[in-house]
């Protein structure tokens, strides 16, 4: 079985511009979930994908977008980069919505973007 | 406003003693979940335990037991026996039922000391 695992690894951009991070859920995961998570802070969670659609989303502004591909993969895509974009971007995949708590996340290793 | 307050940035324990991790979160909703995570220096978190809300007894996985106060909000995370591959972060985190957010604490830096 694999586990949850994002590329790159580590980005640097400069303000203004565009990225895209990439997530593959767990073997048999349909959810996937991305955090922000800025230094010295916990995650903060950005929008949820179950089965392609966008069911949640928290207090991120529109140029925070994302994907899910029919194999549950997801991207994340960020627009007009700032400089408090710079955080750890994690990546949680699970069988189904989080909404009942019972569908447990497991978490992919993070992509740290840094952006100047 | 739905918030978690780890009121301790970072706590040290030695190796076999116990420790506590203090938690404590607002919500004005009656079915939530609660979750301590552990994020090791390289990176990956992963799920330590778990409290649904509706459940008056505390959670126990292995070493790892929580006290849940329902009343006064509060969930703190106890380790017993304590390991240096403890060492890590910890996150305590809830979900209200029906939502798809999780909403995270700023974190306890534990270290365990030989």
């Known amino acids: 079985e694999t586990g949850v695992t994002q590329s790159p690894t580590h980005l640097i951009k400069t303000r203004g511009q565009q990225v895209t991070l990439r997530c593959s859920s767990q073997?048999?995961?349909?959810?996937v979930s991305w955090y922000q998570q800025a230094l010295g802070q916990g995650p903060q969670f950005i929008f949820q994908?179950?089965?392609?659609?966008?069911?949640g989303r928290g207090n991120f502004p529109p140029r925070f977008s994302g994907l899910q591909f029919p194999n549950y993969s997801s991207e994340l895509n960020v627009n007009a980069l700032e400089l408090d974009d710079s955080a750890l971007y994690l990546c949680?995949?699970?069988?189904?919505?989080?909404?009942?708590?019972?569908?447990?996340?497991?978490f992919g290793p993070g992509t740290r973007l840094t952006v100047l | 406003a739905q918030t978690v307050t780890q009121s301790q940035p970072e706590m040290s324990v030695q190796e076999a003693e116990t420790v506590t991790l203090s938690c404590t979160y607002d919500?004005?909703?009656?079915?939530?979940?609660l979750f301590w995570y552990k994020q090791p220096p390289s990176r990956q978190m992963i799920l330590v335990i778990r409290?649904?809300?509706?459940?008056?007894q505390n959670a126990t996985e292995n070493r790892f037991s929580v006290n849940f106060q329902k009343a006064a909000k509060s969930f703190s995370l106890k380790i017993s026996d304590s390991q240096l591959g403890d060492t890590a972060m910890y996150f305590c985190?809830?979900?209200?039922?029906?939502?798809?957010?999780?909403?995270f604490g700023t974190g306890t830096r534990l270290k365990v000391l030989a």
């Open positions: 949680a995949s699970s069988f189904g919505p989080t909404g009942t708590g019972d569908n447990e996340q497991f």
């Open positions: 919500t004005s909703e009656n079915n939530y979940y």
């Open positions: 073997s048999g995961h349909n959810t």
């Open positions: 409290q649904e809300a509706y459940k008056q």
């Open positions: 994908y179950y089965r392609e659609e966008e069911n």
């Open positions: 985190a809830f979900t209200t039922s029906g939502t798809y957010k999780y909403i």
